[in-house]
């Protein structure tokens, strides 16, 4: 008789960690609270337009494609994707912009129009940071974490100081670029996982090395149709989804976890993977003392927490000509927007912007001559700072956003052209989705919140429970969170025998 599993999230991770233990002939239920499956990776669908909640884009497509391989079909028949190019269009405050393609023709033309030093200094950063990016590929991101000793070794050790993690991001890119533009053109991304350039490890500046030497894609249907395809292919394999589902409690008994409450009943699994956000879980899951371990709720609370976001998701009766499907508009000073954001926690005055057109490129996400304008606006997280994301809050920086997009060609009437829209708060963040302190990305990835020193997949005093999703190890960001789920699932097999 199968042995069953218990997913506690329909999330990224959730979904996937299903699909790997149903492969391996698990009987398994994913228990999710919200009517919809999908976390953070959702979607909106009104009015004859749709957009994408979260996540948007689409890096390192083998990554999204392999979970589909693992259970033996073909991610075509899924996740269809296209490469998109360009990948982006940046806009700076001086008026540059930068049409930022993977095609190495197009590339060194539009590096070498800025100058030849610097278009060597950027292909000498793309070499440098490749070699660390397979260093910590195969030592650090593949691999999972159980005790002292599969970190502190000598290998792992003389591995890690070759990620030469202890410059800041920015810092580690201006030693090999010297135009401003180009420093925040490779800075920026790390505002992908919720952390500063200015104080993230350099090791992420993998990220647009990534989008560099693999593509942006897209989706079509958004990136939600990477949700929708791991629901199909779940439920193809024989899984259960529960939706409107909450898990109230995870029963411990002599160091196992062995039951989870749901409403009145408890249920009695022989192993439970958790995908909720971590430290929500440890908090109002894990009640346990013993099982919490050193992730007692006030050390929680000590933890640092990546930053969040504001989003307007903008339904307009026109098109707009001007934009590409992922555009950053920075902001006039870049650094005191970090700054506000990571440092003094208030509203970013002037704040740098990030504009999705999906409808672009895919008539499906909006009606005729209509787009569908996602709008992100990374603010701080809700432990920080003293904004309230009361209405008031929300309609007077809506206004800002929306004279500030007033300014893009296209756009110099935006607000008598919205004909639908819906906004999304870190309180959202919190309460929809249960990131704690509305960190959108979860625990910031901080040198001593990475690698060894996060969270791992496999509890740490408690048997037969697992844990996945970005606040675990090895981090956030769609490709990194599905490789969570692939660790704690390897870590369960491990445990029973199969790995």
């Not at 070699?131 to 792992?156: C, P, Q």
């Not at 050390?299 to 640092?304: A, G, H, S, T």
Request: hydrophobic content about 35%; aromatic content about 12%.
């Amino acid at each position: 008789m199968a042995k069953k599993v218990t997913i506690i999230g329909a999330g990224t991770a959730g979904l996937a960690a299903g699909i790997r233990l149903l492969k391996n002939g698990y009987e398994v239920d994913i228990c999710e609270r919200l009517p919809q499956a999908g976390g953070k990776m959702n979607q909106i669908k009104e009015q004859g337009f749709t957009f994408d909640v979260g996540p948007t884009i689409v890096m390192m497509p083998d990554i999204y494609r392999e979970i589909f391989e693992y259970a033996g079909r073909n991610p075509q028949d899924y996740i269809p994707m296209k490469r998109l190019d360009p990948m982006y269009v940046l806009t700076f405050s001086d008026g540059e912009q930068q049409r930022v393609s993977s095609e190495l023709t197009e590339l060194t033309g539009m590096l070498e129009s800025i100058s030849p030093e610097d278009t060597l200094g950027y292909f000498n950063y793309l070499a440098d940071v490749y070699k660390r990016y397979l260093v910590a590929k195969d030592e650090f991101i593949d691999k999972s974490f159980r005790d002292r000793g599969d970190f502190y070794n000598l290998k792992s050790l003389a591995n890690a100081m070759k990620l030469k993690t202890f410059d800041d991001a920015y810092t580690s890119i201006s030693k090999f670029v010297k135009n401003e533009n180009l420093r925040k053109a490779l800075a920026f991304q790390t505002l992908y996982i919720g952390i500063s350039p200015y104080q993230g490890p350099s090791i992420y500046t993998i990220i647009p090395m990534i989008e560099l030497l693999y593509g942006v894609w897209y989706m079509p249907g958004g990136i939600y149709t990477m949700a929708e395809g791991m629901v199909r292919l779940f439920e193809e394999l024989g899984g259960t989804l529960r939706l409107d589902t909450p898990v109230d409690c995870i029963d411990i008994e002599n160091g196992r976890a062995v039951g989870v409450h749901i409403g009145d009943t408890v249920e009695s699994p022989d192993y439970i993977v958790c995908s909720a956000d971590f430290p929500y879980a440890m908090k109002s899951l894990v009640h346990n003392e013993e099982a919490k371990g050193k992730y007692t709720d006030d050390k929680i609370d000590e933890l640092e927490y990546s930053c969040s976001c504001f989003l307007l998701y903008l339904g307009l009766d026109k098109k707009i000509p001007d934009l590409a499907v992922h555009n950053i508009r920075f902001g006039g000073d870049f650094d005191q927007n970090v700054r506000e954001i990571f440092e003094t926690y208030t509203l970013p005055e002037d704040p740098s912007i990030y504009l999705y057109l999906p409808s672009k490129i895919d008539a499906s996400m909006a009606p005729e001559d209509c787009e569908a304008l996602y709008v992100l606006v990374p603010v701080s997280e809700l432990s920080k700072g003293d904004v309230l994301w009361d209405n008031r809050t929300i309609k007077a920086y809506r206004e800002k956003i929306l004279d500030k997009l007033s300014a893009i060609p296209g756009l110099e009437d935006i607000e008598s052209h919205i004909v639908f829209e819906k906004s999304l708060t870190p309180l959202d963040f919190q309460d929809t989705f249960h990131a704690y302190n509305g960190a959108t990305f979860g625990l910031k990835p901080t040198l001593f919140q990475s690698n060894y020193f996060r969270p791992h997949n496999k509890a740490d005093h408690c048997e037969g429970l697992y844990f996945c999703g970005s606040s675990v190890h090895p981090g956030a960001g769609v490709p990194i969170v599905l490789t969570s789920a692939k660790l704690a699932v390897d870590e369960l097999l491990r445990d029973d025998g199969l790995l």
